[in-house]
């Protein structure tokens, strides 16, 4: 008799056993897709509003604006974009603290990673 339920059983568990693959790959690439896009909405507004007052106040700078922090956001992760616009702000202190700034290899990679995502950006949005 025990036998005459083994195959649905088995069945089940297999059933399960895929729908639980499925969920997790899911669940996988929705994280990818967040870590690869995860700047803060503030982090973005912040960028189209300095973007826009470079650029004009217009509805076409909108547009670019918000299109090319999203094509940053694909391009560095927001880590490195943290970093980048650390050395930029840092660059700026007067004294010894800014120089260390100016002259870490650490910060000019970030810095020119930013700048290239940036021309990028520029290339694609403008």
Do not use: H
Request: hydrophobic share 40%; proline share 2%; aromatic share 8%.
């Amino acid at each position: 008799m025990a036998c005459r339920w083994v195959g649905p059983i088995v069945a089940a568990v297999a059933i399960f056993a895929g729908y639980a693959c499925v969920v997790r790959a899911q669940d996988l690439n929705r994280d990818l897709n967040q870590d690869l896009n995860d700047y803060p909405t503030s982090v973005r507004a912040e960028y189209v509003f300095g973007c826009m007052k470079a650029n004009g106040e217009t509805r076409q700078a909108i547009e670019q604006c918000s299109c090319s922090i999203d094509v940053i956001a694909t391009i560095i992760p927001y880590d490195r974009y943290v970093t980048a616009e650390t050395v930029l702000s840092m660059s700026q202190v007067q004294g010894n603290l800014g120089t260390q700034f100016r002259s870490s290899e650490q910060a000019a990679n970030a810095l020119n990673d930013l700048r290239r995502a940036q021309a990028e950006a520029e290339v694609r949005c403008f």
